[in-house]
């Protein structure tokens, strides 16, 4: 039988989290439908592509695209989601976009297990910058 706590934690780590060094959840699914959406992700069978207008969007971001290119790793790729079944966006670019949404106060870490908070800023920077729509 869970406890409260057990099934709390269990819920925030479904809705956001950490997968390695990249956004998972609901929340990391959300934002990467929300790249695909606006090109700068193009889904293909061996993962994802980085669009035409990709780069400009990132910069505007603060994601310069030419220095992850540089990295030993892939710059993007498909990670099927545990709890959503959907992909969300790993690799170089994944790690990157996690970083900057800390960096910019949009998302927090949690004390004690991977789950992150989506603050109030975050919310409304998602759904305004990038489309992603969170909910209540």
């Known amino acids: 039988m869970l406890s ?3 099934a709390s934690v ?15 959840g609901r929340v990391g699914v959300e934002l990467t439908a929300a790249l695909e959406r606006q090109g700068v992700l193009v889904s293909g069978e ?3 592509a980085v669009g035409p207008s990709g780069s ?3 910069e505007a971001l603060g ?4 220095q992850l290119t540089r990295q030993r ?10 709890s959503e079944r959907r992909p969300h966006v790993a690799g170089a670019l994944g790690a990157a976009v996690a970083a900057r949404c800390f960096e910019l106060g949009w998302l927090r870490r949690r004390d004690g297990n991977r789950s992150i908070e989506v ?3 975050g919310r409304e920077r998602l759904r305004r910058d ?6 209540s």
């Open 4 to 6: 409260l706590r057990d």
């Open 10 to 24: 269990g819920d925030a780590l479904r809705f956001a989290r950490t997968c390695y060094d990249h956004l998972a």
């Open 46 to 48: 061996a993962g994802y």
């Open 56 to 58: 400009a969007r990132l």
């Open 63 to 66: 994601i310069g695209l030419e």
């Open 73 to 82: 790793r892939p710059l993007a790729r498909k990670c099927l989601d545990w």
């Open 119 to 121: 603050t109030a800023l």
């Open 130 to 135: 990038l489309g992603v729509e969170l909910g």
